[in-house]
């Protein structure tokens, strides 16, 4: 029997039940074949709730800019909604050599006491030595142990920096990042390293800002991570 | 008045953000000299651990080692402008450090 047409009111409420429907009647092809019509999915009906358990990473912010900025600030990223966070972008500063610096904000504006302290490394490309950038009690985290290349086609810096706990007002924020870059003699290098905010403060955001001069351009994007 | 992204949007700093940006410059630019010394510290630390095993009683580190690692180690009171801490820190176009005083001398 072949129907192409249901009258309204044809089914009743929970006239198709489970013992209906055997288990394997929709086969799995039904949704990779693209026959279900994902226009059907409004917005928003796939909330968090119905994702629970699933996992992995919530997106929660992102900036972007190809025009001369002098800072970056990302406000209400953090909060008590995610306990972790990863950070991932890229950006170039305008001025050859400058060095990028990060700190956190709170709901007072930046925080910038002598409370940051970290312990950085670096390879170049073209060296088998090891640099370090190794700081404590100071005003800033010093994120780029280098200064930076301004061309952004070579792109001065792309980066994750994972974030643990920066919104718990009873633990130390503490910061993993590593990263690719170009030096301001052209040279790339990898670095990766840690970082600490060393008073205890309920962090809501960060701030990046060149020491010298502007970023050109920046991509950041912002990510909760999922308990489950 | 500098530009700010702030959440996204590229917008003119307020008078508090500017006063922050300021600050953070002039910062960097009067702490000039004591960051170019302590990266030159830096970078001599790095290379007299490339020879310190022939500190190693079993190896005898030849005088040319001997000389330059004391050169090294007289970077700071021989050097003390920061026209002299730029000379140190000067760079060839492929990132290596220009200065000969940082080459391992081989003989």
Excluded: C
């Amino acid at each position: 029997m072949s129907k192409t047409t249901i009258p309204t009111g044809g089914i009743t409420a929970d006239a198709i039940n489970g013992t209906l429907i055997a288990d394997d009647a929709i086969n799995s092809e039904h949704y990779t074949d693209a026959s279900i019509d994902t226009a059907h999915i409004g917005d928003n009906q796939v909330t968090a709730a119905k994702a629970t358990g699933v996992g992995g990473l919530a997106f929660i912010s992102g900036s972007s800019s190809s025009s001369s900025h002098g800072t970056i600030t990302l406000d209400n990223i953090f909060s008590s909604s995610y306990r972790n966070y990863i950070v991932i972008g890229d950006f170039t500063p305008a001025t050859n050599n400058a060095d990028i610096e990060l700190r956190f904000r709170n709901s007072g504006g930046t925080q910038s006491d002598s409370e940051y302290q970290q312990h950085l490394t670096r390879y170049n490309a073209d060296s088998d030595s090891r640099n370090t950038k190794r700081h404590d009690n100071v005003n800033s985290f010093r994120f780029s142990t280098v200064g930076l290349n301004n061309d952004t086609a070579r792109v001065g810096l792309s980066f994750h920096i994972v974030l643990w706990n920066p919104n718990d007002s009873n633990v130390r924020g503490k910061i993993y990042v590593n990263g690719v870059g170009v030096d301001n003699g052209a040279q790339g290098f990898q670095f990766n390293g840690m970082g600490q905010y060393k008073g205890q403060s309920a962090h809501t955001g960060l701030i990046f800002f060149p020491a010298s001069g502007n970023f050109s351009a920046s991509n950041i994007k912002v990510y909760g991570v999922v308990d489950s | 008045m500098v530009k700010i992204l702030y959440n996204g949007v590229l917008r003119d700093a307020t008078a508090e953000e500017q006063s922050e940006y300021d600050a953070t410059q002039t910062a960097y630019t009067n702490n000039a000299n004591s960051r170019k010394l302590a990266e030159i510290k830096e970078i001599r630390l790095q290379k007299l651990k490339e020879t310190d095993y022939l500190a190693n009683s079993d190896v005898t580190m030849p005088d040319y080692i001997k000389t330059w690692r004391q050169t090294l180690r007289d970077l700071p009171q021989n050097n003390t402008t920061e026209s002299q801490y730029n000379t140190l820190l000067e760079r060839n176009t492929n990132g290596s450090l220009k200065n000969s005083v940082w080459t391992k001398p081989t003989e």
